[in-house]
C-alpha cells in the first residue's frame, strides 16, 4: 500500500525490515517493486548488516576461499523478554486494532512475531556469507513460561536451514529470563572458520581463524576496531546513490531475506518440513484486507471470549501458521 504510492509519486523510499511476513506479500511486493525499477528510485532496506564494512571483508576473504567451503553455519539470539513479544492481555484502554499495533511484535500478521522481527538479521547475514538462500527447513519451538501472556509467539525457535549443497544453518531464538545469552553468528569451512558477528549488531568484530577452534592463537584476521556503525552507513549508501543517481534497490534481497525467515517460522509453527518452493506458493496471507484497516474498525486477528489469541499448534495445525 504505501510503497505503491510512493513508486506512483516517483518517491525514493527506506523501509524496514521484515519486508514481508508470508508468502502472498512476498511476491505481490516483487512484482510491485518492478515498478520501482522502471523508475530507477533508490529503495533500501533495514538490514544493515549488509552495510557493514567488517562483514562486508569478511565476505570478499569468504568468497575468496580463505576459511574453504562452508559447511555450517550457527546463529544465535538468546535473550530476555525483547520488546512487545511477549503481551499481557488488555486492559480495556485500547481497542482490539489499537492494541496489537501497540504490540506489534506480539501479532504475526503486523510484524511476522519475535522470529521475523528479532532473528532476521543474522539469518540474513549468514545467508549472505553462504552467498545462497537456504531450499528448505525444519524447526521446533515452544510457548514454556507466559505467565498469562497472550501474544501468538513461541518462547524458544531452533530453525535448521539446508542450502542447495547441502550446507546448513542452524538457528537459535529465546526470549526466556535467565538463560544463557548468545547474540552471535559463525561460519564453519572446510579449511577454517569465521566470527560473522558477536555481541549484537554492532560492532560485529568479524574475524577469521585457521581451523575450527575460534581463539586468538588460532586468529589469522581480525576487522580493525573502531568499526563505523551499520545504523549509519545504511543511510550514508541510500542517500549517496541517490545524490550520484546510481542504480540502488534493495528489495529483492529484502523480500527474499523476509521470506527465508518466515520459511523458518513456518517450519517451527507447523511442526512441518518446509521448502522455500513451497512456502513461496502458500496462500495463508494473515492480513488479506490491511488496506481497508480503520481506527476504529476491527482487528484482522480477533481474541476469544477469554481474551486470547490463536497460537501456533504444531502438528495439529500443519497447513497453516495458526486458525
Not at 4 to 16: D, P, S
Not at 262 to 285: C, N, V, W
Amino acid at each position: 500500500m504505501h510503497y505503491t504510492y510512493a513508486i506512483e509519486r516517483g518517491l525514493n523510499v527506506f523501509m524496514e525490515k521484515p519486508v514481508t511476513i508470508d508468502a502472498p506479500t512476498s511476491a505481490r511486493f516483487l512484482e510491485i517493486n518492478k515498478g520501482a525499477l522502471a523508475k530507477n528510485l533508490k529503495v533500501g532496506v533495514g538490514l544493515m548488516c549488509r552495510h557493514c564494512p567488517a562483514r562486508q571483508e569478511l565476505h570478499d576473504r569468504i568468497m575468496n576461499g580463505e576459511i574453504g567451503d562452508i559447511t555450517m553455519m550457527r546463529a544465535y539470539r538468546m535473550a530476555g523478554p525483547t520488546a512487545t513479544a511477549a503481551v499481557e492481555p488488555n486492559t480495556g484502554d485500547l481497542n482490539e486494532l489499537q492494541f496489537q499495533i501497540k504490540n506489534f511484535h506480539g501479532f504475526l500478521w503486523l510484524s511476522g512475531g519475535a522470529v521475523s522481527d528479532f532473528l532476521i538479521h543474522n539469518i540474513d547475514e549468514s545467508c549472505w556469507m553462504k552467498d545462497a538462500w537456504p531450499v528448505k527447513a525444519i524447526a521446533c519451538g515452544g510457548r514454556h513460561y507466559r505467565d498469562g501472556c497472550i501474544d501468538q509467539n513461541f518462547d524458544v525457535y531452533s530453525i535448521e536451514y539446508t542450502f542447495a549443497d547441502g550446507a546448513k544453518l542452524f538457528v537459535d531464538g529465546r526470549t526466556i529470563p535467565g538463560c544463557k545469552r548468545e547474540f552471535a553468528s559463525f561460519a564453519h569451512g572446510t579449511k577454517g572458520s569465521a566470527i560473522i558477528s558477536t555481541a549484537s549488531h554492532t560492532p560485529a568484530r568479524s574475524k577469521l581463524f585457521g581451523n575450527q577452534v575460534m581463539e586468538d592463537k588460532n586468529e589469522i584476521w581480525a576487522f580493525p576496531q573502531p568499526e563505523p556503525n551499520p545504523y549509519q552507513v545504511e543511510w550514508d549508501d541510500l542517500i549517496a546513490a541517490i545524490r550520484e543517481d546510481r542504480e540502488y534497490n534493495e528489495v529483492e534481497r529484502g523480500v527474499m531475506a523476509s521470506a527465508v525467515t518466515s520459511m523458518g517460522r513456518m517450519a517451527a509453527h507447523t511442526g512441518q518440513e518446509i521448502t522455500l518452493d513451497e512456502f513461496m506458493k502458500h496462500d495463508h496471507e494473515f492480513a488479506p484486507n490491511v488496506a481497508d484497516l480503520t481506527i476504529d474498525g476491527p482487528a484482522p486477528l480477533q481474541a476469544n471470549d477469554q481474551g486470547k489469541y490463536s497460537i501456533p499448534m504444531p502438528g495439529l495445525v500443519k497447513n497453516r501458521e495458526y486458525l
